[in-house]
């Protein structure tokens, strides 16, 4: 069957969006999203993004997540925010006005704050290392061996889990080897998604990220805020903190535990297929 999709991004980090409100259940394979998503021979994306009817009925919609390698995500901080901005653009929700939405990890609130500018309620960061999931017993940071070397991580989930990694230069040519490595490792059975951060002061981080399923993308916002929260988690960080990342900037606001964490930046449009 063709697909109808719309092309977006949220500073780099781009997607599908296909709109199934009322033919949800056409649910590619993933070897076809493989296909689709391949940058030479398919459209190229990092996350297929699909609008559905919600199962909650206190949510107004739902969004189903796969990766480009056709693997199912629980949560997407860029993705949401477009899928935000889709919505507003069909006036399928009112701008200004927070509302929720149904991830496959959970509610999320949304909320449209400006041509292409979104603000999401990420929920709580969860630490717990059963929760992430991580195979290890609770600790404010974990050590993991990764061929040979000692690397030590914060471990976090914000609906899909996170590995964050504090180093001197995110330009240092050992992260573009340890990343690939780490979202592998053992000791996450689900895999992760490995944020690598250079702390600038307490209100500023540089951050690129090696997602499982995707590589290394322009940008991942759960990434960002994971980075901010264990950042933060770790007196690294106070409770606003810029995240930059190589496709733009994202804002995170976290007050601590009990909190929600809230992210805000832009969600854009490229264009409209078919295929």
């Not at 889709?86 to 990890?105: F, T």
């Not at 999931?133 to 690397?151: H, I, K, M, S």
């Not at 979202?183 to 090696?210: E, I, K």
Request: with cysteine; proline share 8%; aromatic share 6%.
């Amino acid at each position: 069957m063709p697909i109808r999709f719309t092309k977006m991004h949220g500073i780099g980090n781009d997607f599908v969006v296909v709109d199934w409100r009322e033919d949800a259940g056409h649910v590619p394979s993933a070897a076809r999203i493989a296909r689709l998503s391949h940058r030479r021979t398919g459209i190229g994306f990092d996350q297929l993004l699909s609008i559905e009817p919600a199962r909650d009925p206190s949510c107004a919609f739902y969004y189903g997540i796969w990766n480009a390698d056709g693997t199912p995500s629980g949560q997407c901080g860029n993705g949401v925010r477009c899928v935000a901005a889709w919505l507003d653009r069909e006036g399928a929700i009112p701008r200004h006005v927070p509302v929720r939405l149904e991830s496959p990890s959970g509610p999320v609130v949304v909320q449209v704050t400006g041509e292409g500018m979104v603000t999401v309620d990420m929920g709580e960061p969860v630490f717990d290392p059963a929760r992430v999931p991580l195979d290890r017993p609770a600790q404010a940071t974990y050590t993991l061996d990764v061929d040979g070397d000692e690397v030590t991580v914060g471990a976090v989930s914000m609906g899909n889990p996170h590995a964050v990694v504090f180093v001197d230069d995110i330009d240092d040519p050992r992260v573009d080897r340890l990343g690939p490595r780490l979202t592998v490792h053992p000791a996450f059975p689900a895999g992760v998604n490995v944020g690598f951060v250079q702390r600038l002061g307490p209100d500023h981080l540089r951050l690129r990220v090696h997602e499982r399923g995707s590589g290394w993308t322009q940008a991942c916002g759960t990434g960002a805020c994971a980075a901010a929260a264990v950042a933060h988690a770790l007196g690294l960080a106070g409770a606003r903190v810029n995240v930059d990342l190589p496709g733009g900037r994202l804002a995170i606001d976290w007050n601590g535990p009990g909190q929600p964490l809230w992210m805000t930046g832009p969600a854009a449009f490229v264009f409209e297929g078919e295929v």
